[in-house]
């Protein structure tokens, strides 16, 4: 979605007119819960937490000023959310996120195969703390500069820069412990 | 490990679809939020209605007060239970002053808020 078109719809947005919102949900809703989804690895907390910040977004759009682009402010305001949702549902999370170690009893079809190599790999991003799985997922799915993704984190470049080398690591050795490679 | 390499693992992960009816939800849920935004500018500008007639009722009661005590010359006023009230209640005005001015406060407050919307 163009930002001119964004800058459009928000425009209507403060004037009344509400309703045009749902073109910027319908356009930016996938980023936002795959984000979410890499921070928090359930479909179900994911969804809610997207709902919730295009909720906060809506509110607190009258104070956009337009200085970034609006998908950066609005991963911004995912970004918080999610790190906000993890802190209060710290406890819960951890035990939710032992995915089970045997994944299908009956390994018949390629499906079954898909669908533990899928397990393998989560296994092993959940080893990494939620920022760092944002942070990679912000630089390499989304592809953004490291500006970008500071801007967003709100840290410093170096320290986005530090992060993900060490995210890299981390998810190097991971990979090695449940043998994703052999998976592939 | 490289880029291309972190990218295809990162897709590789557990894979999760939104659902379909997201978008609706949501402007369900802002519905919500902006009908409840609205009855409460209503209310507010009922507020400020009825603010703004006690503050022009009490300011003027005040005034009128005032000038009975401190413009109009003893005596003109016929009535002697007019004269000793005003005499004996000299704090009439002052509190009805003092009123005014509590509601002049209330009145600012709400047009504020109702500006910030």
């Given at each position: 979605m163009q930002e001119a078109r964004i800058a459009h719809i928000i425009n209507e947005v403060k004037a009344g007119?509400?309703?045009?919102?749902e073109e910027i949900i319908d356009a930016h809703k996938s980023m936002i819960f795959h984000l979410c989804f890499k921070m928090v690895s359930t479909a179900e907390d994911a969804e809610e937490i997207a709902q919730e910040t295009f909720i906060k977004a809506f509110k607190s759009l009258p104070n956009?000023?337009?200085?970034?682009?609006f998908s950066t402010w609005l991963y911004q305001i995912c970004y918080f959310t999610c790190i906000s949702y993890l802190r209060k549902n710290k406890n819960q999370l951890s035990v939710e996120r032992?995915?089970?170690?045997?994944?299908?009893?009956?390994?018949?079809?390629s499906e079954v195969e898909k669908k533990e190599r899928e397990q393998l790999i989560q296994q092993a991003l959940n080893l990494l703390n939620p920022v760092d799985r944002a942070i990679l997922s912000l630089y390499?799915?989304?592809?953004?500069d490291l500006n970008e993704v500071a801007n967003i984190t709100k840290l410093s470049k170096s320290n986005v820069k530090v992060r993900l080398h060490r995210a890299r690591t981390k998810l190097k050795a991971a990979f090695e412990q449940f043998n994703v490679y052999e998976a592939f | 490990m490289e880029e291309k390499e972190i990218k295809k693992y990162l897709n590789s992960g557990n894979k999760a679809n939104i659902s379909s009816n997201f978008s609706f939800k949501v402007m369900k849920e802002i519905e919500h939020i902006q009908s409840e935004k609205e009855r409460q500018a209503n209310l507010n500008k009922k507020a400020l209605r009825l603010f703004n007639r006690a503050l022009i009722y009490t300011a003027s009661l005040s005034l009128i007060l005032f000038l009975f005590i401190f413009l109009v010359p003893d005596?003109?006023?016929?009535s002697t239970w007019f004269n000793n009230l005003l005499e004996k209640t000299l704090y009439l005005p002052l509190a009805t002053c003092l009123i005014s001015l509590v509601l002049l406060d209330r009145y600012i407050q709400i047009r504020k808020r109702l500006k910030k919307g």
């Amino acid at each position: 979605m163009q930002e001119a078109r964004i800058a459009h719809i928000i425009n209507e947005v403060k004037a009344g007119n509400f309703r045009n919102f749902e073109e910027i949900i319908d356009a930016h809703k996938s980023m936002i819960f795959h984000l979410c989804f890499k921070m928090v690895s359930t479909a179900e907390d994911a969804e809610e937490i997207a709902q919730e910040t295009f909720i906060k977004a809506f509110k607190s759009l009258p104070n956009f000023k337009g200085k970034s682009k609006f998908s950066t402010w609005l991963y911004q305001i995912c970004y918080f959310t999610c790190i906000s949702y993890l802190r209060k549902n710290k406890n819960q999370l951890s035990v939710e996120r032992n995915v089970p170690e045997g994944v299908a009893e009956e390994p018949k079809e390629s499906e079954v195969e898909k669908k533990e190599r899928e397990q393998l790999i989560q296994q092993a991003l959940n080893l990494l703390n939620p920022v760092d799985r944002a942070i990679l997922s912000l630089y390499y799915l989304d592809e953004m500069d490291l500006n970008e993704v500071a801007n967003i984190t709100k840290l410093s470049k170096s320290n986005v820069k530090v992060r993900l080398h060490r995210a890299r690591t981390k998810l190097k050795a991971a990979f090695e412990q449940f043998n994703v490679y052999e998976a592939f | 490990m490289e880029e291309k390499e972190i990218k295809k693992y990162l897709n590789s992960g557990n894979k999760a679809n939104i659902s379909s009816n997201f978008s609706f939800k949501v402007m369900k849920e802002i519905e919500h939020i902006q009908s409840e935004k609205e009855r409460q500018a209503n209310l507010n500008k009922k507020a400020l209605r009825l603010f703004n007639r006690a503050l022009i009722y009490t300011a003027s009661l005040s005034l009128i007060l005032f000038l009975f005590i401190f413009l109009v010359p003893d005596g003109i006023i016929q009535s002697t239970w007019f004269n000793n009230l005003l005499e004996k209640t000299l704090y009439l005005p002052l509190a009805t002053c003092l009123i005014s001015l509590v509601l002049l406060d209330r009145y600012i407050q709400i047009r504020k808020r109702l500006k910030k919307g």
